[in-house]
């Protein structure tokens, strides 16, 4: 597959970190990845140089292996390594927002110098698990999850579902009911070590079209035992971690989508220049060039919302309006834009020769992820009409400070 070049230009130090990922794809990622695959084999070599290269640390303080560059960074990358891979985009979720940030906002200090490092430097992988089988829309409030305490321990069983990297995870954010009887308020989240000891298992779901290396999963535990020092915060406190990790995982979503989308235009444009039809260019073609229109203008709408996001993010203001927004508008960005290039590529489409239809199946499965479209339209007309307020919930992003490493809210 080749890489084209990213398209649109960007301010400093942005345009340097898109180069940075274009770079590392098109020399070791994209001609490698391929073997992993052949394989079956989980590309953690891969994983581990997009650590090295600062991918993962953007949104992190220095005292902890991060480049604090912030979220705007975050979105860039997300979006440039969805455009040249899809697949590889799940790490965006899972080593730089859901699993490193949620501990980096919500765990001690001895919690965070243990975990959030490596998982941040690729050295570790990490995983979010909070879906379970009959979650549907309300993944915490049909939690049968359990958590119970047994001494310095805790007891965990149930089941999860769609849970990205969980065959291959070192450590996670997993979230259990401590009080089963207390709906929400008896949710609790835990750091999971899966190979720490019995009672976990992860089997891959197959997904045609989707990587088979880069996996999804269901999650069996049947008396895993995690350590009380693991707990997340507190007992009861695990709902609003679990909604706060989704404002954060729906900025790299949303980058992902807005970054598929990019890269199907990228393939059709490429395409419609040099397939010839009656002596000329398809792209010559209104027809053509009214697809090609929507596509350049819904992508640029989506990432305009995405960059809001990231800037609210930034500014430490209450984002979960916005992540709404952009979550939803990207969906819709990505849809069309997947749609509007299988009209232009035609039976190719289908060919493995081009990439649309592994575009395809990622924007359907981030169409859901952080947030069906459904939930999102939910939020945002209950928003609008004054009924609920989406920003009700929002908790700003913790730092530390640089000085003494200690914890503190700013």
């Known amino acids: 597959m080749r890489v084209i070049p990213p398209p649109n230009p960007l301010p ?7 180069d940075t990922v274009t770079r590392l794809f098109s020399s070791r990622i994209v001609p490698e990845i391929g073997g992993y695959e052949a394989r079956g084999e989980f590309p953690r070599p891969l994983v581990r140089a997009m650590g090295e290269a600062g991918l993962f640390g953007a949104a992190f303080p220095e005292s902890v292996g991060g480049s604090d560059i912030g979220f705007m960074a975050v979105a860039v ?9 899809p697949d590889l985009g799940y790490c965006m979720n899972l080593q730089a ?7 980096l906002n919500w765990g001690t200090e001895e919690q965070v110098t243990r975990f959030v490092p490596p998982v941040i430097a690729g050295e570790r992988i990490g995983m979010f698990a909070l879906t379970e089988p009959g979650g549907g829309s309300d993944p915490a409030g049909a939690m049968r999850t359990t958590a119970r305490r047994d001494g310095d321990r805790y007891v965990l069983d149930g089941s999860k579902q769609w849970i990205t990297f969980s065959h291959e995870a070192d450590v996670g954010v997993l979230f259990a009911k401590t009080d089963p009887s207390a709906g929400h308020k008896g949710i609790t989240a835990f750091i999971v070590e899966p190979k720490s000891g019995p009672g976990y298992r992860a089997d891959k779901i197959r997904m045609r079209n989707l990587s088979p290396v880069l996996s999804s999963c269901a999650v069996f535990l049947d008396g895993f035992s995690v350590p009380a020092t693991n707990r997340l915060g507190a ?3 695990g709902f609003r971690i679990a909604m706060n990790a989704l404002e954060y995982g729906r900025l790299t979503v949303s980058s992902r989508l807005v970054g598929a989308a990019q890269g199907c235009l990228d393939h059709a444009l490429d395409y419609a220049r040099t397939r010839e039809v009656g002596g000329r260019a398809i792209g010559r073609y209104q027809l053509v060039q009214g697809l090609v229109a929507d596509m350049a203008a819904e992508i640029a709408a989506a990432r305009a919302l995405v960059r809001e996001l990231a800037e609210t993010m930034d500014a430490g203001l209450p984002a979960n309006r916005i992540a709404s927004l952009a979550k939803y508008f990207a969906s819709r960005a990505a849809k069309t834009a997947v749609a509007n290039a299988t009209e232009i590529f035609g039976g190719y489409a289908l060919a493995d020769e081009y990439p649309i239809s592994m575009f395809k199946g ?6 859901v992820g952080e947030g069906s479209t459904n939930v999102q339209k939910v939020l945002i007309a209950e928003d609008a009409l004054g009924f609920k307020d989406a920003n009700r919930a929002s908790v700003p992003a913790r730092k530390f400070r640089a000085a003494s490493g200690s914890r503190a809210a700013e």
């Open 77 to 85: 990358i997300s979006e440039e390594i969805s455009r040249i891979r």
């Open 235 to 237: 007992e009861g406190e």
């Open 97 to 103: 927002m859901t699993c490193p940030f949620t501990i």
């Open 362 to 367: 990622f924007i359907e499965m981030l169409n």
């Open 12 to 18: 400093e130090p942005y345009a340097s970190l898109r």
